[in-house]
């Protein structure tokens, strides 16, 4: 008897930890939502189109630089991304969410760039509103109730020398991907969100060949800074958007397609490791032996950002 009480005891003590837990973050998230704007001035806006230029790069390659323009629409949770260069052999990226499905731009027929084929494996990162941060109108914290996300504090981190605060992002439908949201402790503002991949190698006949096997990472990451007040709203102006993906040595199927020019264009489907996703899409991991891993990288100046602008339904379309 006495141990059922000590049981009841431990039980309660528990479950006041987790609901002490759950109100922390509950209480974070609306902090987060104040440093935006007010709750009157994010309902006011039902709309958002921020435009800007764009300066695109592969770190570790000497590849040089290329300028073009972005334009970033939403309206609730539909979303329209453009990052467009003036280049025939890589146009940059387009993805399209309607907040249920998605459309990504091809490089050419039947090909997509590395980070193009990533994001359409992994459609959650626009149909649940993350990518953009705070730029766009669909950002999960801001609609938690319909999300049904979860939220897990993993308190200060250090980030490039600075202290940031993590908390992960757990969508309601089921992802391999980890998500991290990365808050400035004292403002609140979203600064950063992370999203990793690994991907394990099928184990081999013998210990020799399964010895062999190395991962496959790959980070997506998106990170937001020069904050600016836009019709009583705190938005970033920067927005800096960078791929990795780390393949294992020797994993080069195929050396006859041509890419685009991002280091991490996976050269179309199938072939090498693979991760499926939920719609039964392949993500090739073909790469370039030891030591290739190359950076794409996207650096988004907004010059200007509208609120509430008319917005032709059509935008949004995903056939």
């Not at 059922?4 to 431990?10: A, L, N, S, T």
């Not at 010895?211 to 705190?234: C, H, I, M, P, S």
């Not at 991002?262 to 719609?279: F, I, K, M, P, Y």
């Amino acid at each position: 008897m006495r141990f059922f009480e000590v049981f009841v005891v431990m039980l309660a003590i528990l479950s006041v930890g987790a609901n002490k837990d759950e109100l922390r973050v509950e209480d974070f998230v609306k902090q987060h939502l104040n440093s935006i704007g007010t709750d009157q001035a994010r309902a006011e806006v039902k709309s958002r189109a921020a435009q800007g230029t764009l300066s695109f790069q592969v770190q570790n390659e000497s590849t040089g630089r290329q300028d073009g323009k972005e334009v970033l629409v939403s309206e609730g949770d539909k979303l329209v991304s453009l990052l467009k260069l003036p280049n025939p052999s890589y146009h940059g990226e387009r993805f399209v969410s309607d907040g249920k499905r998605t459309l990504i731009a091809e490089v050419r027929p039947g090909v997509y760039s590395g980070l193009g084929q990533f994001i359409m494996v992994h459609n959650e990162i626009l149909t649940e509103g993350l990518w953009g941060g705070t730029l766009s109108t669909g950002w999960p914290l801001a609609h938690l109730d319909e999300r049904n996300a979860k939220l897990q504090d993993r308190g200060l981190k250090k980030v490039d020398g600075r202290e940031l605060r993590r908390v992960d992002y757990s969508p309601k439908k089921h992802t391999d991907l980890g998500i991290q949201l990365y808050f400035e402790p004292d403002t609140f503002r979203h600064v950063m969100t992370v999203y990793l991949l690994t991907i394990t190698p099928p184990m081999g006949h013998g210990e020799v060949a399964t010895g062999r096997g190395q991962e496959t990472r790959y980070r997506l990451e998106e990170r937001f800074a020069d904050f600016k007040r836009v019709d009583n709203l705190n938005l970033p102006e920067r927005w800096t958007i960078q791929f990795t993906a780390e393949v294992p040595v020797g994993s080069m199927a195929n050396s006859s397609c041509s890419g685009a020019l991002t280091g991490s264009e996976a050269c179309g489907l199938g072939g090498g490791e693979s991760s499926t996703g939920a719609a039964g899409t392949t993500i090739s991991t073909r790469g370039a032996g030891a030591g290739s891993s190359p950076i794409d990288q996207f650096e988004v100046i907004v010059t200007n950002i509208s609120n509430n602008v008319p917005l032709d339904p059509k935008n949004f379309e995903v056939k």
